[in-house]
């Protein structure tokens, strides 16, 4: 008899979707499609085939165990990670969450989505070129006690002694 892997469903991200900053990959795991299963286990959530963690798993999920009746651990049989994806690259990337059952032979199921992370939410108005280096040309102006500030266009100490000092430097961009 074939074995029944434990079915995983991700609802969050939906597939193909741009995503930025955090986001929350959730759904719902339950053991075995066609039969009565034992609990699920470890819900480990993975960026292109490495873990980043384990979701949070047994969130109330009464809609699920009424089209899956008598399920192991319902109706508490959601899950929920916070995956933060402003370190990953702008691209394509795969979401998978693997669950594991409880019983003494141990069964994983896993699905993926397809994401593209996108630029953050400000990326679009920053304008600035990936990489260019720039340096100041000139003080434009300085607040409070702020002494020697033009030693700052050439890399020597400046001292700003107080609170609200500050030093406003020229780029010429
Ligand atoms: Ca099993």
Redesign the pocket.
């Given at each position: 008899m074939a074995v029944a892997l434990p079915s995983v469903y991700i609802e969050r991200p939906l597939n193909g979707s741009t995503v930025s900053g955090t986001i929350t990959v959730k759904g719902w795991a339950i053991d075995n499609a066609s039969t009565v299963g034992?609990a699920i286990g470890p819900v480990q959530v993975q960026v292109d085939g490495t873990t980043v963690g384990n979701a949070t798993y047994g969130l109330a999920r009464s809609d699920v165990c009424t089209a899956y009746p008598g399920r192991m651990g319902c109706p508490n049989v959601g899950f929920s990670y916070l995956l933060n994806t402003t370190g990953f690259t702008q691209g394509p990337h795969t979401v998978t969450v693997c669950v594991t059952?409880t019983?003494p032979?141990?069964?994983t199921g896993c699905q993926s989505v397809a994401i593209t992370v996108g630029p953050s939410l400000f990326g679009r108005y920053n304008l600035a070129p990936a990489s260019r280096t720039v340096r100041p040309v000139s003080i434009y102006t300085t607040s409070g006690n702020v002494q020697n500030p033009s030693n700052f266009l050439s890399g020597n100490p400046t001292r700003l002694t107080g609170s609200g000092s500050y030093v406003t430097v020229d780029f010429a961009q």
């Amino acid at each position: 008899m074939a074995v029944a892997l434990p079915s995983v469903y991700i609802e969050r991200p939906l597939n193909g979707s741009t995503v930025s900053g955090t986001i929350t990959v959730k759904g719902w795991a339950i053991d075995n499609a066609s039969t009565v299963g034992t609990a699920i286990g470890p819900v480990q959530v993975q960026v292109d085939g490495t873990t980043v963690g384990n979701a949070t798993y047994g969130l109330a999920r009464s809609d699920v165990c009424t089209a899956y009746p008598g399920r192991m651990g319902c109706p508490n049989v959601g899950f929920s990670y916070l995956l933060n994806t402003t370190g990953f690259t702008q691209g394509p990337h795969t979401v998978t969450v693997c669950v594991t059952d409880t019983d003494p032979t141990p069964d994983t199921g896993c699905q993926s989505v397809a994401i593209t992370v996108g630029p953050s939410l400000f990326g679009r108005y920053n304008l600035a070129p990936a990489s260019r280096t720039v340096r100041p040309v000139s003080i434009y102006t300085t607040s409070g006690n702020v002494q020697n500030p033009s030693n700052f266009l050439s890399g020597n100490p400046t001292r700003l002694t107080g609170s609200g000092s500050y030093v406003t430097v020229d780029f010429a961009q």
